[in-house]
């Protein structure tokens, strides 16, 4: 059974820094695309960043230069490190994993962003 199982989010104040965490079982980790997505209330689900299994990584221009993807393949554990965070950065982020046909989400973690 494959479980995606995200850690990290909180309240921060703008300009404050978060670390969300993906920890993963069930799968062969280091086959799998990982990725984060966040949903804004009242919005859809969009991609943030994703990291492929050969090391690709992109980011969503809203949070470039500012959040930090990575993974670790020995702790199956991928991450975001976000930085320089904007109110707008407020919302529910999933981690998210990916081969071929197959795909899985974790249950989220919510992020706030507010003084």
């Known amino acids: 059974q494959v479980q995606l199982v995200e850690s990290g989010g909180g309240l921060v104040q703008p300009g404050g820094s978060l670390r969300l965490s993906c920890a993963a079982s069930?799968?062969?980790?280091?086959?799998?695309?990982m990725g984060w997505y966040r949903q804004a209330p009242g919005k859809q689900r969009e991609l943030v960043a994703i990291?492929?299994?050969?090391?690709?990584?992109n980011y969503a221009d809203s949070v470039k230069g500012r959040f930090t993807i990575s993974r670790d393949n020995a702790k199956n554990t991928v991450s975001l490190q976000m930085d320089s965070l904007k109110p707008e950065d407020t919302a529910v982020y999933y981690c998210?994993?990916?081969?071929?046909?197959?795909?899985?989400w974790g249950q989220g973690t919510h992020v706030t962003v507010s003084s």
């Open positions: 998210h994993g990916y081969w071929t046909f197959r795909s899985y």
């Open positions: 069930g799968m062969i980790f280091s086959i799998y695309n």
């Open positions: 990291m492929t299994s050969g090391g690709s990584i």
